[in-house]
T-cell receptor
Framework: EPEVTQTPSHQVTQMGQEVILRCVPISNHLYFYWYRQILGQKVEFLVSFYNNEISEKSEIFDDQFSVERPDGSNFTLKIRSTKLEDSAMYFC????????????FGSGTRLTVV | QKEVEQNSGPLSVPEGAIASLNCTYSDRGSQSFFWYRQYSGKSPELIMSIYSNGDKEDGRFTAQLNKASQYVSLLIRDSQPSDSATYLCAVTNFNKFYFGSGTKLNVKP
C-alpha cells in the first residue's frame, strides 16, 4: 500500500536554529498538508498546498514557517528560527482529492527543540 | 472558531463489549467526517469516513452521522484489547481537517 514517507523520524535542534522536515507524498497525490501535534494535545492544521502554492494556512503558520515542493517528489516544511514551543510531532499528509478523500498521513517527525 | 469536541475519556470497556465514541462539531458547513485511531507516538490511522446522514458499517465499526444535531459517533463491536488507542474525530471544511482532542479507549481483557 502506498505510503507517505517522512524524514527524519526524530530531530533534536537548538533553539534559534533552522530545521527542515521532509516528506515524500504518495506519487499521484495532488494535495499536501502539514499538521503538528504537541505532546498530549490535539492534531492541529498548519498548511495545505496545491498546484505549487499554499491554498490555506492556520494562524500557527506564521512567518517562521515555510513550505516548498522543490522537485516532483519532496514536500518540505522549514522552520526558520525554532522556539521551545515548536517541539511537537509534525505530520505530513497527502490526498488525491480535496475534502479529505483518500487522505494519508505520514509516520511523523518528532521535533525536539532544546 | 471551528471546534470539534470529544470526551477525553478514558473509556474503559471489557473485551467483547461495544465501545461507543461520540463527537460534536460546531461548523454547520462541515462536509466530511472521519474517525482516526492513534496509538501513542504514532500517526493517525483512518478507520472510517462518512459523508451523509445515517449509519455506515465496516466490519466491527459503525459510524453514525447526524448533521442536524452536528453529531458523529463511532461504535466498535466485539472490542478487542488491540483496539485500545486514542480515537480522533475529524471534520473537514474545504481543504483542511479539524481534529478533536481524542477519546482514549481502554479495552480490558
Amino acid at each position: 500500500e502506498p505510503e507517505v514517507t517522512q524524514t527524519p523520524s526524530h530531530q533534536v535542534t537548538q533553539m534559534g536554529q533552522e530545521v527542515i522536515l521532509r516528506c515524500v507524498p504518495i506519487s499521484n497525490h495532488l494535495y499536501f498538508y502539514w499538521y503538528r501535534q504537541i505532546l498530549g494535545q490535539k492534531v492541529e492544521f498548519l498548511v495545505s498546498f496545491y498546484n505549487n502554492e499554499i491554498s490555506e494556512k492556520s494562524e500557527i503558520f506564521d512567518d517562521q514557517f515555510s513550505v516548498e515542493r522543490p522537485d516532483g517528489s519532496n514536500f518540505t516544511l522549514k522552520i526558520r528560527s525554532t522556539k521551545l514551543e515548536d517541539s511537537a510531532m509534525y505530520f505530513c499528509a497527502s490526498s488525491d482529492r480535496a475534502e479529505g478523500y483518500g487522505y494519508t498521513f505520514g509516520s511523523g517527525t518528532r521535533l525536539t527543540v532544546v | 472558531q471551528k471546534e470539534v469536541e470529544q470526551n477525553s475519556g478514558p473509556l474503559s470497556v471489557p473485551e467483547g463489549a461495544i465501545a461507543s465514541l461520540n463527537c460534536t462539531y460546531s461548523d454547520r458547513g462541515s462536509q466530511s467526517f472521519f474517525w482516526y485511531r492513534q496509538y501513542s507516538g504514532k500517526s493517525p490511522e483512518l478507520i472510517m469516513s462518512i459523508y451523509s446522514n445515517g449509519d455506515k458499517e465496516d466490519g466491527r465499526f459503525t459510524a453514525q452521522l447526524n448533521k442536524a444535531s452536528q453529531y458523529v459517533s463511532l461504535l466498535i463491536r466485539d472490542s478487542q484489547p488491540s483496539d485500545s488507542a486514542t480515537y480522533l474525530c475529524a471534520v473537514t471544511n474545504f481543504n483542511k481537517f479539524y481534529f478533536g482532542s481524542g477519546t482514549k479507549l481502554n479495552v480490558k481483557p
